[in-house]
């Protein structure tokens, strides 16, 4: 029996634990003689205040929503998938082959051309330690980390050897043609009477992020492929009972995730930098462990809390640009949000449960009325 | 303190206790003299295990108070239970496996700096304690060398040693042979003769029958009746456990068995680790006949099942309905199984049979999500499984009838008939059943057992593995039993007694 109703559980549970990990933060700023409240103010005008802030938060989002489905379709096969950042960055590089060398006549077919590609390498990247998990028993967060590592280093030399524009001193690709530049969210909404900053690198991924949202949802709850997947997932002695390979949920599984946390690149690579760099990614890829975590695995939730996450990072880069707020301390309220709303759930939850309990208690004077089971 | 007090060893007045809206125990008032055995019997999920664990310092009750040998006694945790000199024997032993006997026995009871000094004088008063309750257990015997009677026996000294005079046996014989049961028995009749307080929880009426003074039967939270065990009878108890008349045996006709349906020649299965689980089974089953396989758990019934369900690989031959069947290649899965018309009631119904996090119809679904009916285009047609779900719910009778309820939330014998349900829907050729009434509640065995006997009527081959000879001999129209791997006999179960296969359970060959 469900003790809290679904919306106490939905939104209640993430609200409180984000109002304590505002507060302690609120203490921190305090302490360091800042005022939380113009700093809050200045978040929230940095971030939401303006199209321009708006451009960016949702250009984080975007990432975030990547990352994070990444690691919620692996977990619910309980595969921790912590390669999220080397899956990208290989992403990134399947993005710059297919901009780089195929003449597209048109943005939309370069980025139906960038999907796949992204899609693919991302894949790639992720099946190997999926491979070395289902038949060498490698623990997958032990590969998926070291993988991080090797995709950082075999980025740089292709960059560096294979990539870099002859004459140039930057570890970079060369630009990529304008056939295959995006449209942001200025050129979408334009046509619909709606002026959007032109400078902000928000774009068209956005929609390709909700439409993966949408489809990881029916993935994971309409598919017998997700079935199985969330079967493995509860109870691996039960999938086996059942007939369902251990090995092809595992690389099946890990594809799909490492394909989507590829994908992130349409959005930095591809939608705004428009060239490959080095460490494109940016942290993103770990970004998204606390997305799914805060989301709770949920392609929804997973959506609400990338859009979160948006905003921290642009209201934190905000902060420090104007105060005198350290660029740290951003970090310091982006781990407390993650601590809050992840490791410390149950401290928020159980007290909330117990309240549900009395309130349903003092409704119901007489419980031992209701026909329950008691439980040995 | 002397035996002649009139004080009763425990008396618990008025134990309630709550598990969020769940009321594992009411009420509950019980005096239990000294110098007995005093029987708890109930349901699954009647609240006996719930009632031991506040005596033992695991839970805290909400109201009542416990009083020992006359004294109001609060006890906080399982340390002041021992204080208290309550000791308990748990259905799973808590012993260190590469510990021997004497260094589990002291494990937390240790005294002094140095562990020499505790072993010496701990291995004394251990010879001490056996000679004087007749438990023969080598003190320096590592624990994973011993069989399961000796390890018991091991926690009953574990308990003695730490001077407990009364002792808490919950679900004792589970794991025991009927001889081994039996000699559990003698010991505790010596350790009432020398006037320590025993309480045995058990949901064997026979075990109730054969060696308590006053038995205490449970029912939904409460305490519904105490009596002596020498002015009842086991219907009754089974009446006043359940609520209603209850059925003890199966009512069946007597089989009329068909062509062979599954025929196992030479069937070796080994293990992960490399350990030999079965060397060389032959059997067969018949349409239309039930074969029990009786055997002490862990003597290859599991890995039989395992085998003939798709998730253990093996060499050797098994033929269903004349054509092999794939041991150990690509089509050796529970897909292809069921594609062949095997079924299965898994041993293990919480690791195996269900997905406890899942609802209902997405466990109906379990292993036949591949099904056609099931299906909507690309995607799962959840609104048929669910209406499926339903009809099932009704003609099994699982209450509460919610597809929508977790599988962890039904009762386990309601969880078993979800697992029934959907195996045998299925109108398999081959039934495999594995304890199909452990941890079920008298009331659903009744009905489990008539289904299954049902289910041969059509003419069904069914293969059953239970420990419980109950079992085996109320559904059984032929009876195999196994020892270490291999089958040592087959009986017709209305030519043998408990006895024999008893023997034969224990690894003896006995003449037909």
Known sequence: MDVMPKWAEVILVPLISLILAAIISALVILAIGEDPIAAVKLMVSGALGSTYGWGYTLYYATNFMFTGLAVAVAFHARLFNIGGEGQAALGGLGVALACLYIPWPHWSLALLGAIVMAGIFGAIWAAIPAYLQAKRGSHIVITTIMFNFIAASLLNYILVNVLRPRGSMDPATARFPEGTHLPTLHDVLAPFGISFSKAAPANITLLVAVLACVLVWVLIWRTRLGYELRAYGHSESAAKYAGISPFKITMVTMIISGGLAGLMAINNVMGEAERLVLNAVEGAGFIGIAVALMGRSHPFGVFIAAILFGFLYQGGAELALWTTIPRELIVVIQALVILFTGALDNMVRMPLERMFLAARRARTPKPERKPVEPAE | ?512
């Open chain 2, 1 to 512: 303190m002397p035996a002649t007090t009139v004080a009763p060893a425990i008396e618990l007045k008025g134990i309630s206790k709550a598990f969020g809206p769940v009321q594992a125990n009411k009420d509950i008032s019980i005096r239990v003299m000294p110098g007995t055995i005093h029987g708890i019997i109930g349901e699954n999920g009647a609240g006996k295990s719930t009632l031991m664990s506040i005596l033992y310092g695991f839970y805290k009750a909400d109201a009542g108070e416990i009083f020992i040998s006359g004294t109001k006694t609060d006890i906080p945790d399982s340390q002041a239970a021992i204080t208290a000199g309550i000791g308990m024997v748990f259905q799973h032993f808590k012993l260190v496996e590469n510990f021997t006997v004497l260094e589990n026995i002291i494990l937390g009871a240790e005294d002094g700096w140095s562990l020499t000094t505790s072993l010496g004088k701990a291995r004394k008063e251990l010879v001490a304690l056996e000679q004087e309750y007749g438990l023969n257990v080598n003190p320096d015997a590592v624990i994973e060398d011993l069989g399961v009677g000796m390890q018991q026996r091991v926690e009953i000294l574990k308990a003695l040693y730490r001077q407990a005079d009364i002792l808490i046996l919950d679900e004792p014989t589970g794991v025991l042979t009927p001889a081994e049961a039996d000699q559990l028995f003698r010991i505790l009749g010596r350790l009432r003769e020398e006037g320590k307080t025993i309480i045995l929880i058990t949901h064997k009426l026979r075990e109730i029958m054969e060696i308590t003074d006053t038995v205490s039967v449970m029912r939904r939270g409460q305490m519904t009746a105490t009596v002596k065990t020498a002015e009842t009878t086991p219907e009754q108890l089974a009446e006043l456990m359940v609520g209603r008349k209850v059925l003890l045996r199966v009512d069946k006709a007597p089989a009329a068995p068909g062509d062979v349906v599954l025929d196992i020649q030479n069937l070796h299965v080994t293990d992960e680790p490399g350990v030999e689980r079965l060397k060389g089974i032959n059997l067969q089953v018949r349409a239309g006949e039930i074969v029990g396989i009786a055997g002490v758990a862990g003597n290859g019934q599991s890995e039989l099942l395992e085998l003939l369900g798709g998730y253990a690989r093996g060499t050797g031959t098994v033929l269903m309905n004349g054509d092999p069947i794939d041991l150990s290649g690509k089509h050796s899965d529970g897909q292809s199984r069921r594609a062949r018309g095997i079924a299965h009631v898994p041993e293990d119904r919480q690791r195996e049979g269900l997905i406890m996090d899942f609802h209902a119809w997405e466990n109906t679904a379990f292993g036949y999500h591949h099904d056609p009916a099931y299906k909507s285009g690309p995607l799962m047609d959840n609104a048929a499984i669910r209406a499926d779900t339903e009809a099932k719910m009704q003609r099994f009778d699982v209450r509460p009838p919610d597809p929508k309820l977790a599988a962890k939330n039904f009762s386990g014998g309601n969880q078993q008939k979800i697992v029934l349900a959907r195996e045998i829907e299925r109108n398999p050729d081959l039934l495999l059943v594995g304890q199909p009434t452990r941890g079920v509640d008298i009331g659903a065995i009744e009905f489990i057992h008539q289904q299954i006997v049902a289910l041969r009527d059509q003419g069904k081959a069914i293969l059953l593995v239970s420990v419980e000879l109950e079992e085996i001999f109320s559904l059984s129209d032929r009876i195999a039993v196994m020892f270490d791997g291999h089958i040592m006999g087959e009986r017709m179960p209305e030519q043998t007694d408990e006895k024999e296969l008893g023997m034969l359970m224990a690894g003896m060959e006995v003449p037909q």
